[in-house]
């Protein structure tokens, strides 16, 4: 479910979520990939899915989440 919102795109059905709100979904899911490693590629997707789509808000939190990961895969 947090994954969803945070790659729902506007559409008719579904209206898209406020950007707080993706926000936030990225930074439980990266938490949750601290503990949970194979969640790190996903989130990684996702994020980079979005990237130039969203608010700036958006593109400043995911790429400071987007280099943690990177920087997190690359130790492995």
Same mark, same amino acid.
Do not use: A, G
């Given at each position: 479910m947090v994954f969803t919102k945070l790659i729902t =795109? !506007? @559409?008719l059905l579904h209206p898209p979520y406020p950007p707080a709100v =993706?926000?936030?979904c990225m930074?439980? %899911?990266y938490r949750l990939s601290l503990k949970e490693p194979e969640l790190r590629k996903e989130l990684i997707d996702c994020i980079e899915f979005? %990237? @130039?789509e969203e608010t700036p808000g958006f !593109? @400043?939190?995911g790429l400071k989440i987007l280099k943690k990961l990177t920087k997190m895969e690359s130790d492995i």
């Open positions: =795109k !506007k @559409n =993706k926000v936030h930074e439980i %899911l979005r %990237l @130039n !593109k @400043n939190r």
